[in-house]
């Protein structure tokens, strides 16, 4: 168990830093809430859960504002991937880009884990009532119907592709199998 120092020295910091425990690190994976939010729970800050709304204040220009739901949470590398934060590699593929804790604010949250909604509780006082969880699930609910709309108009497009597809290759199939009926009557004479 390596214990956080108390150290002023830079490389001892460093150290306690990058080997911490992993529920100090849950610790220092905490983002600030927004207002909104900040004034409804009377907290300042929690841990990020995946599915929270954020907006990504740096890494970004000054013009731009990134805002999406968290992907991924990795207290390993003290990384965060959010939707819509990412980079297209030199090939082309496109990654997302890790963003540090500190460089997110939370705009919505993701309430349907139990241990967090004790956290809130705990430390608010304050109850959080049926109709703020339900809120939550049928915003996520209305945004899967969009994307599974989305996906069946892809996947309706894909079938129609596909058709075509095998049309284009049962005539070389055809084509392939004529020469080599040719090849075999030119070998058997």
């Known amino acids: 168990m390596m214990k956080q120092t108390q150290s002023k020295q830079p490389r001892k910091q460093r150290k306690s830093h990058f080997k911490a425990d992993y529920h100090l690190r849950n610790?220092?994976?905490?983002?600030?809430?927004?207002h909104s939010l900040r004034e409804k729970y009377g907290i300042k800050r929690l841990p990020i859960h995946k599915d929270d709304k954020v907006i990504v204040y740096k890494n970004v220009s000054k013009d731009?504002?990134?805002?999406?739901?968290v992907i991924r949470v990795i207290p390993q590398r003290f990384s965060i991937h959010v939707?819509?934060?990412?980079?297209?590699k030199a090939d082309g593929t496109i990654v997302s880009f890790p963003v540090h804790p500190s460089n997110i604010v939370i705009t919505a949250l993701n309430l349907r884990d139990k241990k967090r909604r004790e956290i809130i509780k705990r430390r608010s006082g304050k109850e959080i009532t049926e109709e703020e969880?339900?809120?939550?699930i049928f915003d996520d609910e209305e945004e899967l119907e969009e994307e599974l709309e989305a996906?069946?108009?892809l996947e309706s497009e894909d079938l129609l592709d596909e058709e075509f597809e095998e049309i284009e290759l049962d005539e070389p199939e055809e084509e392939l199998k004529e020469e080599s009926e040719v090849e075999q009557e030119e070998e058997s004479s």
Do not use: C, V, Y
Not at 27 to 34: D, N, P, Q, V, Y
Not at 64 to 69: C, D, L
Not at 83 to 88: D, L, V
Not at 133 to 136: C, D, H, N, Q, S
């Open 151 to 153: 996906d069946d108009a």
């Open 133 to 136: 969880l339900t809120e939550g």
């Open 64 to 69: 731009e504002e990134i805002k999406g739901k």
């Open 27 to 34: 610790r220092k994976m905490t983002a600030l809430l927004s």
């Open 83 to 88: 939707e819509g934060h990412s980079k297209e």
